[in-house]
């Protein structure tokens, strides 16, 4: 069965400083890979996806993530933080596109200090 | 706004009652995916409807039924409701079958409590 890891529960960083947000992923085929936003009441906006060619995909608010086969990973980064980055981050995969269901990791809180 | 509509925003209700709870989707999309998250759970699939039919199962319980109406709408039914029922639940809409394009677009949730 698939499974998607973060490993890391919260994380936080100071404003302008970088950022990279760990996902890796269990599947035997190459994965569909999403990483989703959710700020505090709100519903899960989507940052990016990969579904093939480029390994390194380029999202909205300046974020990017790198899939990597070799380490089952889907790293999220983003070169400096801004204050409206504190949010939850999900990582989340689906085996093709014909498979409805999104598997989301647990989450990764992120806190952003001035 | 998303333009997934989810109603209501939040729901309080008592163990032993039965809930409805709404979504409708983007203009245009066929697919309605429902999803719960709780702090045990987090994210958890329930099921998948497209264009009125029924495609997916997920960790659905029996108590739980859904349904997808002609104009594309859809209803989760939450009945018999037990204090661990008590969570976010998502609907998300996509133009196709699966994950093409842009993915899944996500309402803004319905929180219900049950006490």
């Known amino acids: 069965a698939q499974s998607v890891t973060q490993p890391d529960i919260h994380i936080t960083v100071s404003e302008g400083a970088s950022l990279e947000l760990r996902c890796n992923y269990s599947?035997?085929?190459?994965?569909?890979l999403f990483w989703y936003v959710q700020s505090p009441g709100q519903g899960l906006q989507l940052l990016l996806k990969y579904f093939s060619g480029d390994t390194l995909v380029q999202g909205i608010k300046g974020f990017e993530a790198e899939f990597k086969r070799s380490q089952s990973s889907f790293n999220l980064r983003k070169p400096s933080v801004h204050w409206s980055d504190a949010a939850e981050y999900f990582c989340?995969?689906?085996?093709?596109?014909?498979?409805?269901?999104?598997?989301f990791g647990t989450g990764t809180r992120l806190t952003i200090i001035p | 706004d998303s333009g997934v509509t989810q109603t209501p925003k939040h729901l309080i209700t008592a163990t032993g009652q039965r809930v409805t709870l709404r979504c409708s989707p983007r203009?245009?999309?066929?697919?309605v995916y429902w999803y719960q998250q709780s702090l045990d759970q987090g994210l958890q699939f329930l099921i998948h409807?497209?264009?009125?039919?029924?495609?997916a199962k997920g960790n659905i319980l029996e108590r739980f039924s859904a349904q997808q109406f002609p104009d594309l709408h859809s209803e989760l039914n939450l009945s018999s409701l037990e204090l661990g029922d008590s969570a976010l639940y998502f609907c998300a809409s996509s133009v196709v079958l699966g994950l093409r394009g842009s993915g899944y677009t996500f309402g803004s949730g319905t929180r219900l409590t049950v006490v």
């Open positions: 989340a995969s689906t085996s093709n596109f014909g498979n409805e269901k999104l598997t």
């Open positions: 599947y035997g085929a190459t994965p569909y």
């Open positions: 203009s245009g999309d066929l697919s």
């Open positions: 409807y497209y264009n009125g039919e029924e495609r």
